[in-house]
């Protein structure tokens, strides 16, 4: 039984990579910058002990903070400070003023810009609201108008 589990998300995992590589004309993170919860997913780990881990069509982290740090942090860095190690450049969210409107990261989680792919896809209109709400209001950003899992459906 627990085999067949871990095969199973080894199997979803792959495919969950596939569906983001696929998203569109999008550069694939370096593998040492790679989510870290897909990373650990493509060896053929089992779920983490906090009970994270990617389904086929949906991240399973509940927060904001554990998606960011799940989803986002392989490419904009844990301190949201970005990089632009190697031959990618991913930028800052730390400090980001472009987050002052929560349309504007509402749309690139969803549907991706340039080299970031659409991860919103596979979340919940309750998970994209999360982690945009998050970003917005950590890392030295201070925007308290919440973003709304309604708003985050509408802009699918
Ligand atoms: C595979 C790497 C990757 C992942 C994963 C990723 N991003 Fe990005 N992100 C990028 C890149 C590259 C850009 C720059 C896009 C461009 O050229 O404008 C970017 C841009 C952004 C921007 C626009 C910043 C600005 O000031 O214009 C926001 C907001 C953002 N990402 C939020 C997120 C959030 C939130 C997550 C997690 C839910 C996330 N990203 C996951 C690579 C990634």
Same mark, same amino acid.
């Given at each position: 039984?627990?085999?067949?589990?871990? #095969? *199973? =998300?080894?199997?979803?995992?792959?495919? @969950? #990579?596939?569906? *983001?590589?696929? /998203? !569109?004309?999008?550069? =694939?993170?370096? @593998?040492?910058?790679?989510?870290? !919860?897909?990373m650990?997913?493509?060896?053929g780990?089992?779920?983490?002990?906090?009970?994270?881990?990617?389904? #086929?069509?949906q991240?399973? +982290?509940?927060?904001? +903070?554990k #998606?960011?740090?799940?989803?986002?942090?392989?490419?904009h860095?844990?301190?949201?400070?970005?990089?632009?190690?190697?031959?990618g450049?991913?930028?800052a969210?730390?400090?980001?003023?472009?987050? @002052?409107?929560? !349309?504007?990261?509402?749309m690139?989680? *969803?549907?991706g810009?340039?080299?970031?792919? /659409?991860?919103g896809?596979?979340?919940?209109? +309750?998970q994209v609201? /999360?982690?945009?709400?998050?970003?917005?209001?950590?890392?030295?950003?201070?925007?308290?108008d919440?973003?709304?899992?309604e +708003?985050?459906?509408?802009?699918r």
């Amino acid at each position: 039984m627990k085999m067949t589990h871990a #095969l *199973l =998300a080894a199997a979803t995992a792959t495919l @969950a #990579l596939a569906t *983001l590589n696929n /998203a !569109g004309p999008v550069h =694939a993170a370096p @593998a040492h910058l790679a989510p870290s !919860g897909l990373m650990s997913l493509r060896s053929g780990a089992a779920p983490d002990a906090d009970g994270a881990f990617a389904t #086929l069509v949906q991240f399973s +982290e509940p927060t904001g +903070e554990k #998606l960011y740090r799940r989803v986002c942090a392989g490419c904009h860095m844990p301190d949201a400070k970005g990089t632009t190690q190697g031959a990618g450049f991913y930028p800052a969210l730390a400090g980001d003023q472009n987050l @002052a409107a929560p !349309g504007y990261p509402l749309m690139v989680v *969803l549907h991706g810009r340039h080299g970031m792919p /659409a991860v919103g896809q596979m979340m919940s209109d +309750e998970q994209v609201a /999360a982690v945009v709400n998050y970003v917005r209001t950590n890392f030295g950003n201070a925007y308290k108008d919440k973003v709304t899992p309604e +708003e985050a459906k509408a802009a699918r």
